[in-house]
């Protein structure tokens, strides 16, 4: 009995590993990458790998634990940006390329073997004749690999409005790229199980608030407040949200407008999405003193709602944002 027994959990064990092994997602090279309508060819995993751009930009390589490859970053160094609390002592170990977005000589003397960035996030677009310009093309001349995040691919094709998608394409991506593909998987799997929480207990509202996405740079009553169009990740959010941009017909992602616009869209809550990091009490307090913005309804009824942009990049951590905003919108729900 007691054999009989151990050869049964013999067979149940080795048809787990059998089927971990078949599940096990392993890269082949030379590996074929579609980055929106160019086609990315790696023999191997890159080792030497350069970022540039905002906090999202360095967090896909965090969250798929690939932090070994990197020998510099670019982009936010310089300003108030800042990577998620549970990064910040992985980030002081990788070294800054440069505080501003990465010029061609700068990149090119960390000896990369792939530029992961955007396009208008340190990867200029494909064909530009601009002095030092850092396009994949050029790239490709020092043989170095690039890739733009989905997201960013608006600036060069046309495509779908952006989503958490998005971002899952750039995980799996990645995943292939350096053969973590099940990793990236995994990664997906909780982002997704993270907003299933979220819609579960905002199962049943009715409501669907008008938002004006207000992106601040810490100056009081700015003649030209910049917004999101529909194009942009706050607007994905708050669609999952229960909730709607007011600019989000404008079919483009970061972008100026007017507070006479504002006023005649008339929003039911503003989301301040803080670039500088003033503090909460005074980015609310330039708009609630706001003359031009008194008889708007968010305004009357102080309905405003106050993150860091960090929080609603495309990256592993919007799906914090859209924590964030669900709560902003909907607190007796949590």
Known sequence: ??????????????ATLSAAAVGAAETVYPATVDNGNRKIVFEKAPERVVTNGDSNIIELMFALGLEDKLVGYAGFPGSKHQVSPEYREKLAKIP??????????????????????????????????AGNAVTPEELEKHGVKSYAITESLIRVMNKPPVTLEDTYNDLRNLGVIFNVQDKAEAVIAGMKARV??????????????????????????????????????????????????????????????????????????????????TPENESKAMLLDNPALQGVKAIRDKKLIYMSVDEVYPGPRA????????????????
């Not at 000896?111 to 004749?129: A, C, E, K, V």
């Not at 708050?238 to 407008?257: P, T």
């Open 319 to 334: 799906v914090r944002g859209l924590e964030l905003i669900a709560r902003g919108l909907y607190p007796g729900k949590f």
């Open 196 to 277: 299933s929480a979220i819609r579960e207990k905002l199962a049943g509202v009715k409501a669907t608030p008008r938002v004006f996405i207000f992106r601040s740079f810490g100056t009081p009553n700015e003649d030209a407040p910049r917004a999101c169009g529909g194009q942009a990740m706050p607007s994905a959010l708050l669609r999952l949200a229960h909730a709607g941009n007011i600019f989000d017909d404008v079919e483009s992602s970061w972008i100026k407008v007017t507070w006479e616009e504002v006023v005649a869209r008339d929003p039911d809550v503003i989301l301040i999405l803080e670039y500088r990091a």
């Open 96 to 129: 800054v390329a440069q505080e501003g977005y990465i010029t061609l000589e700068t990149l090119l003397g960390t000896d990369p073997d792939f530029f992961l960035s955007g396009y208008n996030y340190g990867l200029d677009i494909p064909g530009s004749t």
């Open 1 to 14: 009995m007691r054999k009989s027994l151990c050869a049964v959990l013999a067979a149940l064990l080795s």
